[in-house]
């Protein structure tokens, strides 16, 4: 066996934990965008997937969760759905890659348990991938609205304007923690592949039955 499987095996799932908790610290953080205004300098406005937030430098943070799922900006639903998508392929792709690997039996099984073992890390390698993508498109969304209405030409200087939160950088970095360990788990599940080298199996060759020989001197006849 390649010696290196167990490491990628092993570095693909501590990455997919990682990113799985950067993926759930997104969702609940409020800090998707935040919003200062030069008339009340002391306060700062965030704007989260389940609630807003008002932070006073000299006073306690106040949230306000959101009323309505329906009254919600587009984005925001999207956003919601996405992470929550997000969140339940990562955690399944780790409870897949956990009994996948190879140092959770030590004992060599037979082909078949290592089949079921090489299936399962495919599939969890194929849900960190599809995490990786659903995680970075909410995120990237909402940062390219948040341009677009940034450099809104129609909105007056003086109106305050929302920027990046820390929500949004720690989203990227869950998105490209996903991707490398799905990566990761497929890599190793091909090296495994090319390292098993399975011969075909030999084929009985059939014994030919003797041909029963007839006596000399005796004759058949037919009529």
Request: net charge positive; glycine share 8%.
């Amino acid at each position: 066996m390649d010696p290196s499987v167990p490491t990628l095996e092993l570095s693909g799932v501590l990455i997919g934990g990682v990113a799985w908790l950067c993926s759930l610290a997104t969702t609940l953080m409020p800090t998707w965008l935040t919003l200062s205004t030069e008339l009340l300098p002391t306060e700062t406005y965030e704007l989260g997937l389940w609630k807003t937030c008002v932070v006073q430098d000299l006073g306690p943070l106040e949230c306000r969760p959101y009323n309505s799922l329906l009254g919600l900006p587009p984005d925001i639903r999207l956003a919601r759905i996405l992470m929550c998508v997000t969140l339940a392929s990562g955690l399944l792709a780790l409870l897949l890659a956990v009994p996948g690997m190879h140092r959770v039996n030590a004992c060599p099984g037979p082909p078949d348990d290592r089949r079921r073992k090489w299936a399962l890390k495919m599939a969890a390698g194929a849900l960190c991938l599809a995490a990786g993508v659903l995680g970075l498109i909410p995120v990237s969304y909402v940062a390219h609205l948040t341009v677009l209405r940034f450099f809104d030409q129609s909105v007056p200087q003086a109106a305050p304007r929302w920027e990046f939160g820390a929500a949004l950088f720690c989203g990227w970095t869950a998105g490209v923690l996903h991707l490398a360990a799905g990566t990761l788990l497929l890599t190793s599940c091909l090296r495994r592949q090319a390292d098993a080298g399975y011969a075909p199996a030999p084929v009985p060759l059939a014994r030919a039955k003797p041909r029963r020989r007839t006596p000399i001197g005796t004759r058949t006849e037919y009529v």
